[in-house]
């Protein structure tokens, strides 16, 4: 039974930092992703990483704000959030794919329930 369960979101104010976390349980994978979705709009790619943790990949959005990093022996991959704009208020998803560094949604097949962020002015 595949598991994916973030935790780590919550109520900021801008410029404030957090760091999201998300469990794997059931499945080696070779790429975890992190997605976001605000209100009225798409679920959009935000970062993903390998499982070597040797490449990753980012958004344009989020880039030299947000580090994506992982602890296999953890089975843990982890979203460090700084800098935060109001305009990253949204829900965030973990998921996971067998394909290298995808940044599709459609090619992610797990998906975990999502953990809300919510940034202040």
């Known amino acids: 039974q595949v598991q994916l369960v973030e935790s780590g979101g919550g109520l900021v104010q801008a410029g404030d930092s957090l760091r999201l976390s998300c469990a794997v349980s059931?499945?080696?994978?070779?790429?975890m992703g992190w997605f976001r979705q605000a209100p009225g709009k798409e679920r959009e790619f935000v970062a993903a990483?390998?499982?070597?943790?040797?490449?990753?990949v980012s958004a344009g959005s989020v880039k030299g704000r947000f580090t994506i990093s992982r602890d296999n022996s953890k089975n843990t991959v982890y979203l460090q959030m700084n800098s935060l704009e109001p305009e990253d208020t949204a829900i965030y998803y973990c998921?996971?794919?067998?394909?290298?560094?995808?940044?599709?949604?459609?090619?992610?097949?797990?998906w975990g329930q999502g953990t809300q962020v919510t940034v202040s002015s």
């Open positions: 990483i390998n499982w070597g943790g040797t490449s990753t």
């Open positions: 998921a996971a794919t067998y394909s290298n560094l995808a940044t599709a949604r459609e090619l992610y097949g797990y």
């Open positions: 059931g499945r080696t994978f070779g790429t």
